[in-house]
């Protein structure tokens, strides 16, 4: 139940995508996003749909798998579009008392959907097949420049590092507690609103005490291993572009180009849609 | 028979890279008033496999049968088997969460849907028995040391006065003392009220101290189910599995390869003591 929570996940297996430098995926998944935002006619729509969709085929991560990311945020989808297709003023489609939709709200709507869960595939895809080691290094990397203004980089990306690191061990901890208490006749799924929310008390509390023990203890690793933040700290595996790399940024650059393109062409073309 | 395990198979993360088979059809019986103990080196599917009897996790296949019932049937009632199958689970101090150690160990009968009275009556029982004592009971449980958390821990099932009590590893880090006590306190339960008791220990010595049957698990495997001391004879197998005898067995067995007369039967100290002492006492009457 809590285990298909899969947002930030690593997932090992022997693809080329897991192989690709970790700034170029960083970079590449902002751009990716960038890019869905900038698409709103159907052709901008299939470009990006081709794009992902063999990403995802490179990727060797089971579908299955991907795609149950998706349960942690359909309450947010849903709500999303329900508000886009009825709040969204325009040529009333149908009426439904005192709702109605347009056809505009239905296509925000739509898009809307579509976008919100190409982020999440996106996003997740690029936690999927980047360690969290490799993550960090490759972000403490391209903020870098930033230090100059005097931006803490190394410890923001320990942070967010740690941060993913400990969302697996929390979600185990959470899985635990909560059998714990089940034996113990707790109950979580039945009952109103008031009733779920008491019922989390016997969970959130061990959770809590848990998470600060753990964060204790590894505080206390850290330093026993002389950590110290960034200054002067080398890397064992300095991060290298190979050609693989280069070869990427070009698709990227490509893909880019041509979403940008169709999007700037579409717009001034009359839509038939 | 109160627990039928009938080729159970338990699949973790099915599906993925991470999959793992923990449990390869496992066939089980207990029966009522049993004390069992359940041994195996890390990993081997201890904890999935008693989990698997107050219905926590769901097997991927096969059946468990509770009292003659079919507990995944759909007109089976979870709620009274958790009742009625107490689990300790691993490092069970992790679980408080109450502002008092009285609060806290009431959770589970109060949720049993008892009335005040029977509530308090057994809160105080559970306590008692575990040796936290009337100073302790309005503490907050995040006050205690780490012995006394797992003791009120404990007290939390056994307030709940299951028909099976299961353990999971309960004396883990305990000192000698508070392990001995909390031990005894359950085998004088088992005795008293025959209750079914499953240990899971890595501890030789307290399976040869309390229990008179054991299960050994390998590799998501039951590759032994025999009386205590039929399986301590076969310590060599043991040994293959990254376990052991206990150490009175090695003593025996040395004895015994010397040519000295001594039964391997015994499994504790005490046993082995009054063995080694009837066969010298033999020895003299026969000079
Ligand atoms: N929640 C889980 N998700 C995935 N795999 C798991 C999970 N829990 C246990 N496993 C795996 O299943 C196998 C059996 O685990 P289990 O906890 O039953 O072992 P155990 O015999 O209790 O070990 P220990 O003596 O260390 O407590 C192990 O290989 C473990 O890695
Ligand atoms: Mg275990």
Known sequence: MIRDITIGQYYPADSVLHRLDPRLKLSGTLLFIISIFLFDTFYGYIAVTVFLVSVIKMSKVPLKYIMRGLKAIIVILLFTMFFNLFLTQGDVLVRLGFLKITRQGLYSAIFMGIRLTYLILGSSLMTFTTTPNQLTDGLEKLLSPLRRIKVPVHEIAMMMSIALRFIPILMEETDKIMKAQMARGADFETGGVIKRAKSLVPLLVPLFVSAFRRANDLAMAMEARCYHGGDGRTKMKPLRYHRIDYFAYLILLIYMTIVIAISVIENRLPSFL | ?287
């Open chain 2, 1 to 287: 028979m109160q627990i039928i395990f009938d080729n159970v198979h338990y699949v973790y993360s099915s599906g993925t890279s991470f999959e793992k088979h923990a449990l390869k059809g496992i066939n089980l019986k207990i029966n009522k008033g049993e004390f069992i103990g359940l041994i195996g080196h890390t990993g081997s599917g201890k904890s999935t496999l008693i989990q698997h009897m107050n219905g926590l996790i769901k097997a991927t296949s096969g059946k468990i049968y509770f009292n003659g019932e079919d507990i995944y049937d759909k007109n089976f009632d979870m709620r009274t088997l958790r009742s009625k199958v107490g689990l300790v689970f691993q490092y069970p101090e992790h679980q408080l969460f109450e502002t008092t150690v009285y609060k806290d160990v009431s959770f589970g009968p109060k949720n049993l849907g008892l009335d005040k009275l029977e509530v308090d009556l057994r809160t105080y029982e559970a306590l008692k028995m575990v040796g936290i004592g009337d100073d302790l009971i309005d503490a907050s449980p995040f006050e205690l040391s780490g012995g006394q958390k797992r003791r009120v821990a404990i007290a939390g099932i056994l307030a709940m006065q299951p028909e099976v009590l299961i353990l999971d590893e309960p004396t883990a880090g305990l000192d000698p003392r508070g392990r001995d006590e909390i031990l005894d306190q359950i085998a004088k339960l088992h005795k008293e009220k025959n209750i079914t008791v499953i240990l899971v220990t890595h501890s030789m010595e307290d399976v040869a101290k309390y229990v008179d049957r054991i299960l050994v698990m390998n590799n998501g495997n039951l590759v032994m189910d025999e009386e205590k001391v039929k399986i301590f004879s076969r310590y060599k197998e043991l040994e293959k599995m990254h376990l052991a005898a206990p150490q009175v067995t090695y003593v025996v067995n040395a004895l015994k390869e010397k040519g000295i007369p001594v039964s391997t039967d015994v499994t504790t100290v005490d046993e082995a003591k009054n063995e080694i002492l009837k066969v010298f006492k033999d020895k003299i009457q026969k000079i």
